[in-house]
Nanobody, 115 residues
Framework: QVQLVESGGGLVQPGGSLRLSCAAS????????MSWYRQAPEKEREWVAV???????NYAESVKGRFTISRDNVKNTVYLQMTSLKPEDTAMYYC?????????WGQGTQVTVAS
């Protein structure tokens, strides 16, 4: 069983930056593929970024060039560095871990981009 706790969300002005963190416990973090998803009000949850156990990254087109996913296998933490934020980035951001056939979710952290 993997437990995930996100942090780092908040209110930021357009063009600003935030760094989200997701601390994991349980399981073998270094072997897990870690992802970030987000869900805006009245919209479906959408995938944002992924980083594999080998460190390979991939991003949704909407965030490519602005967001960076990274992981620290010593701290069992995955990060999402978000820059050049736009109002349309406003959403609840969720961390997700895939461990074998299982997928685990955190409770989410709210990001609001507004002036």
């Amino acid at each position: 069983q993997v437990q995930l706790v996100e942090s780092g969300g908040g209110l930021v002005q357009p063009g600003g930056s935030l760094r989200l963190s997701c601390a994991a416990s349980g399981g073998t973090f270094s072997g897990n593929t870690m992802s970030w998803y987000r869900q805006a009000p009245e919209k479906e949850r959408e995938w944002v970024a992924v980083i594999t156990s080998g460190g390979n990254e991939n991003y949704a087109e909407s965030v490519k060039g602005r967001f960076t996913i990274s992981r620290d296998n010593v701290k069992n933490t995955v990060y999402l560095q978000m820059t050049s934020l736009k109002p349309e980035d406003t959403a609840m951001y969720y961390c997700s871990a895939r461990s074998g056939p299982n997928r685990y979710w955190g409770q989410g952290t709210q990001v609001t981009v507004a002036s």
